[in-house]
């Protein structure tokens, strides 16, 4: 029996020892298990947490920005544009622009008919504004002082306003062509607005606007006020007056379609004025016609007629095909090439060389150009620039037309003699001119002079630049003496500056009619090119008047229309006839401030 109950405790401690390891067990599977769950609750998490913070950061930044932060573009002041004596030609006023934020604005319909009656806009177009699906629209730029003020009183969530710079022109239609204009984001679109607008805009600005959950503004941070570089020009603002104001008149008493006018220093290329009729305000450039905006001196072409007498002249004395007192066959005004009779204005006897420029003959020109043959000829055109661009910084230039010899006809040679079966812009006609006006070398024309940076860093400086030397020195001095006759007794009298000397050349050319393909008999191009004082000249003019009615000939109504532009321009610069003996030898004329390029 004791055997028995011992069998039976033994039985029963190995059970209870047996339940003791299996709780146990059962506790410490829950203990790893519920560790597991921690473990991967926590590695979810982790993961969450890596995704929100690493690859989801930038998209959440993102919309947070959306919600919270608003960029609003702004444009920075523009430089401002001056002329040569620091007188302002071009200036940014501060104005404001009413913006809106369509995410942010709750009765659409309500806020485009409250914007509309206080902008003046329709309602419809506000609405169609406010229903984009965008972050940032424009309602309305440049608007007044009162318009900003209602808009602020409206109190519309969503709407509101920003400073910008609008652009002014202080002197309206004067220098138009030059200038040029702005649009409404405050960009250059011609002139001078348009071919320096990166010095003249300056870089892009944001404002950054920080609000609350309901949209109200916390604070306003604004990036640095950035500012375009200012410019100054190489243009007179009393020359380019006066030069308007004659050329307009020029044209009323023409009665012609247009006309164009450019004074230059003929020795460093510096443009003093350049105008053009009909001309537009830039302050309201959308009201002008394509035509009006045009800036028809560097940009259309012309066929030069009798003024281009120059060219085949100077290449004759250069070449010593011709002396100023050889004389030649007038052929009594007629003369046949190619079986085509091309006739002078007059019957001329015997003339002289400087005769045949003086009284312009066309016969004589012809017989000139012969001498010095198709080849020769066509490299002095091309030498004194034509058929390439002069390089002035204006926007739009064109280079006009001359084909090469060898697609000349039999009646070329004396048709561009005259004047004919060429094309030149008004300016490369005066830079020609000037090469013969400084002693024979071709300078490139330039408008701007330097642009300063905000901080008063200069940013660019223009020095004169000579492109090439066409004819010597002795050559040019030779054709002055030649063109001063043109003026003292031949078609060019009405150029006559009292107490100077002036050299120059009249020209009259037909249009040709591209209906017929003939030369009209109606409408013409008349044109005065020249320089003054003719010894170390300062002033180097050209006027074209395009399809005069009355006044038809060059020296009838651009000589005169030039002799007014020179005898107030020298006024001005104060250059009396006692004086010219003393005058610069033309800011470095052939001296180390002119670099040969």
């Not at 401690?13 to 339940?19: D, H, P, V």
Request: proline share 4%.
């Amino acid at each position: 029996m004791p055997i028995q109950r011992g069998s039976r405790g033994r039985s029963s401690a190995r059970g209870e020892a047996k339940s003791s390891s299996t709780g146990s067990g059962r506790h410490r599977r829950r203990i790893i298990l519920l560790f597991l769950s921690l473990a991967a609750a926590l590695v979810i998490i982790s993961g969450r947490l890596f995704s929100l913070q690493v690859h989801q950061h930038p998209k959440l930044v993102e919309a947070a920005n959306r919600q919270y932060r608003r960029l609003v573009p702004l444009i920075s002041r523009r430089g401002t544009i001056y002329d040569r004596n620091g007188r302002e030609l071009a200036v940014s006023l501060r104005v404001s622009s009413i913006f809106a934020q369509p995410l942010q604005v709750e009765d659409k319909s309500q806020a485009a008919s409250a914007l509309s009656s206080v902008l003046n806009l329709p309602a419809q177009k506000i609405l169609e504004k406010l229903k984009a699906d965008k972050q940032f629209v424009w309602m309305k730029r440049s608007v007044s002082s009162d318009e900003a003020e209602a808009v602020a009183q409206l109190g519309l969530k969503g709407i509101a306003s920003v400073p910008e710079g609008k652009r002014f022109y202080p002197k309206q239609e004067q220098g138009a062509h030059l200038l040029g204009f702005v649009g409404t984001d405050d960009r250059g679109l011609e002139g001078l607005e348009l071919q320096y607008d990166p010095y003249l805009a300056g870089k892009p600005k944001w404002v950054v606007r920080q609000q609350d959950a309901l949209g109200r503004p916390i604070f306003r941070e604004e990036a640095g006020e950035t500012q375009g570089s200012d410019m100054y020009l190489t243009v007179d603002e009393v020359i380019q007056y006066v030069t308007e104001r004659e050329l307009e008149a020029a044209v009323w008493r023409s009665g012609a379609l247009s006309g164009s006018a450019i004074v230059m220093d003929p020795v460093t290329g510096e443009i003093l004025a350049l105008a053009n009729y009909p001309t537009f305000n830039p302050n309201a450039y959308a009201e002008a016609s394509a035509f009006a905006r045009r800036n028809r001196a560097v940009v259309d072409y012309y066929e030069p007629g009798s003024a281009f007498k120059v060219i085949v002249g100077a290449g004759a004395l250069e070449e010593r095909l011709v002396r100023p007192e050889d004389r030649f066959n007038g052929e009594g005004g007629t003369i046949e090439v190619a079986g085509i009779t091309i006739r002078d204005h007059e019957r001329f006897g015997t003339i002289t060389f400087s005769e045949v420029l003086a009284h312009s003959s066309n016969v004589g020109a012809i017989k000139v150009g012969m001498r010095l043959g198709k080849s020769l000829y066509y490299d002095y055109i091309s030498g004194f620039g034509f058929g390439n661009l002069t390089g002035v910084d204006l926007p739009g230039e064109t280079p006009g037309m001359i084909r090469r010899p060898k697609d000349w006809s039999a009646l070329s040679l004396a048709s561009i003699s005259i004047g004919q079966e060429v094309s030149v812009t008004p300016l490369q006609m005066l830079v020609a001119m000037s090469a013969v006006a400084n002693g024979g070398v071709l300078v490139r024309p330039h408008v701007v002079r330097t642009i300063t940076a905000a901080e008063g860093k200069l940013a660019r400086e223009t020095a004169p630049v000579q492109l090439r030397r066409v004819i010597s020195d002795g050559t040019a001095r030779t054709l002055t003496t030649i063109l001063e006759g043109v003026v003292t007794e031949g078609t060019g009298k009405a150029a006559a500056v009292e107490g100077f000397e002036v050299a120059g050349k009249t020209g009259t050319s037909q249009k040709l009619d591209q209906a017929t393909r003939r030369y009209s008999q109606d409408r013409v191009v008349a044109s005065f090119v020249g320089f003054v004082p003719a010894e170390q000249p300062r002033l180097a003019i050209v006027v074209v008047i395009d399809e005069p009615r009355s006044l038809r000939w060059g020296g009838s109504i651009a000589a005169p229309t030039f002799r007014e532009i020179a005898r107030e321009s020298l006024k001005h610069l104060r250059i009396s006839p006692a004086a010219r003996g003393q005058l610069r030898v033309a800011e470095g004329i052939r001296g180390a401030a002119l670099r040969l390029n």
